[in-house]
C-alpha cells in the first residue's frame, strides 16, 4: 500500500488532482471500497508523523465517512495531494496529536490552494475558448458570404416564404443569423430597385432622390406588413408542402435549393 500511495504521490499536482474521479462518483459506484481507500490514505499520511497520540482506526473511519460527505466534490487525488504536503509540513509541522481535527485544518489549508487552481484553469478556459473562436472567424466568414451568395440566387418570394419559415421555428440552427441574411439580401436588392429608378427618372435631380427614399420606406413598411399577414395566416403542417413547395421533413431549412 506504502509504494501505491508513493508512486500516485509522484509528480502530483493540484490541477493534475482535479482531473481525477470526483469522490460522488467513485463512492455511487464502489461505497465500501472508497471509504476504505480514503481511509489508507489517512493512516498512510498519520503514521509519517512521530507523535504521542496519533489517529486511531475508530476515527479514521468516522473521518473517512465525514470526508467523502463534507468534500463529495472534491477528487480523489487531491486527497492524495493534500496528504503529500500535510507530510511535508506544508500546513503545519508542530503536532502533538494527529486527529480528525488535525486532518480538517488540512483541508482547510488545501480549499484556499483549490480554490485559486480552479479559478486558474477557468480562466485559462475560457481564454482558449475565445483564441478558437477568433481562429474560426474568418472560416464563419466564408461560410456566411458562400450562404448569401445562395440567398441571392433566390426570389424575393423565396426569401420571404424563407424568412417566415425560420420566425415560425426560432430553436432551428442559426435561425436568427439566417433570418438577418436573408433580410439583408432583401433590402439590398430594393436599395439597388430604387437607384435604378432614381438614375432612370432623373439623372441630376435631388428631387428624385428625395421621393426614391419615400418611396423605399413606403416599399418597406408595405413589405414589413406582408410579412406579419403570412407569418399570422399561414400555418403549414409537418410534413406538407412549404411556402418554397418543399417538404418539410426533406428540406434542410426555409431557404433550402
Given at each position: 500500500?506504502?509504494?501505491?500511495?508513493?508512486?500516485?504521490?509522484?509528480?502530483?499536482?493540484?490541477?493534475?488532482?482535479?482531473?481525477?474521479?470526483?469522490?460522488?462518483?467513485?463512492?455511487?459506484?464502489?461505497?465500501?471500497?472508497?471509504?476504505?481507500?480514503?481511509?489508507?490514505?489517512?493512516?498512510?499520511?498519520?503514521?509519517?508523523?512521530?507523535?504521542?497520540?496519533?489517529?486511531?482506526?475508530?476515527?479514521?473511519?468516522?473521518?473517512?465517512?465525514?470526508?467523502?460527505?463534507?468534500?463529495?466534490?472534491?477528487?480523489?487525488?487531491?486527497?492524495?495531494?493534500?496528504?503529500?504536503?500535510?507530510?511535508?509540513?506544508?500546513?503545519?509541522?508542530?503536532?502533538?496529536?494527529?486527529?480528525?481535527?488535525?486532518?480538517?485544518?488540512?483541508?482547510?489549508?488545501?480549499?484556499?490552494?483549490?480554490?485559486?487552481?480552479?479559478?486558474?484553469v477557468a480562466a485559462e478556459e475560457h481564454k482558449a475558448r475565445r483564441l478558437a473562436e477568433q481562429a474560426q472567424g474568418p472560416a464563419r466568414?466564408?461560410?456566411?458570404?458562400?450562404?448569401?451568395?445562395?440567398?441571392?440566387?433566390?426570389?424575393?418570394?423565396?426569401?420571404?416564404?424563407?424568412?417566415?419559415?425560420?420566425?415560425?421555428?426560432?430553436?432551428?440552427?442559426?435561425?436568427?443569423?439566417?433570418?438577418?441574411?436573408?433580410?439583408?439580401?432583401?433590402?439590398?436588392?430594393?436599395?439597388?430597385?430604387?437607384?435604378?429608378?432614381?438614375?432612370?427618372?432623373?439623372?441630376?435631380?435631388?428631387?428624385?432622390?428625395?421621393?426614391?427614399?419615400?418611396?423605399?420606406?413606403?416599399?418597406?413598411?408595405?413589405?414589413?406588413?406582408?410579412?406579419?399577414?403570412?407569418?399570422?395566416?399561414?400555418?403549414?403542417?409537418?410534413?406538407?408542402?412549404?411556402?418554397?413547395?418543399?417538404?418539410?421533413?426533406?428540406?434542410?431549412?426555409?431557404?433550402?435549393?
Amino acid at each position: 500500500m506504502a509504494l501505491a500511495i508513493t508512486d500516485r504521490q509522484r509528480g502530483l499536482t493540484p490541477a493534475k488532482a482535479l482531473a481525477s474521479p470526483q469522490l460522488s462518483v467513485l463512492n455511487r459506484l464502489a461505497p465500501g471500497d472508497t471509504a476504505e481507500a480514503l481511509g489508507n490514505l489517512l493512516i498512510f499520511a498519520a503514521h509519517q508523523f512521530n507523535v504521542p497520540r496519533n489517529i486511531t482506526d475508530v476515527q479514521v473511519a468516522l473521518l473517512s465517512e465525514d470526508l467523502l460527505e463534507r468534500y463529495w466534490h472534491w477528487r480523489f487525488d487531491e486527497f492524495v495531494y493534500l496528504c503529500r504536503e500535510a507530510i511535508a509540513g506544508r500546513w503545519g509541522c508542530n503536532y502533538s496529536t494527529i486527529d480528525a481535527n488535525t486532518v480538517h485544518t488540512w483541508c482547510r489549508a488545501y480549499a484556499e490552494v483549490r480554490d485559486a487552481v480552479v479559478e486558474q484553469v477557468a480562466a485559462e478556459e475560457h481564454k482558449a475558448r475565445r483564441l478558437a473562436e477568433q481562429a474560426q472567424g474568418p472560416a464563419r466568414a466564408a461560410d456566411e458570404q458562400a450562404y448569401i451568395r445562395h440567398l441571392e440566387t433566390l426570389t424575393d418570394a423565396q426569401l420571404q416564404a424563407g424568412i417566415a419559415w425560420y420566425e415560425a421555428r426560432p430553436m432551428e440552427p442559426h435561425a436568427a443569423l439566417r433570418i438577418e441574411l436573408a433580410t439583408s439580401v432583401l433590402v439590398n436588392r430594393a436599395k439597388l430597385e430604387l437607384l435604378r429608378r432614381v438614375l432612370v427618372v432623373n439623372e441630376s435631380g435631388t428631387g428624385a432622390v428625395e421621393a426614391s427614399e419615400e418611396e423605399y420606406k413606403r416599399f418597406r413598411a408595405g413589405w414589413v406588413a406582408q410579412r406579419e399577414r403570412e407569418r399570422a395566416e399561414q400555418e403549414v403542417p409537418y410534413g406538407q408542402p412549404n411556402a418554397l413547395g418543399q417538404n418539410e421533413a426533406a428540406a434542410d431549412n426555409g431557404f433550402a435549393s
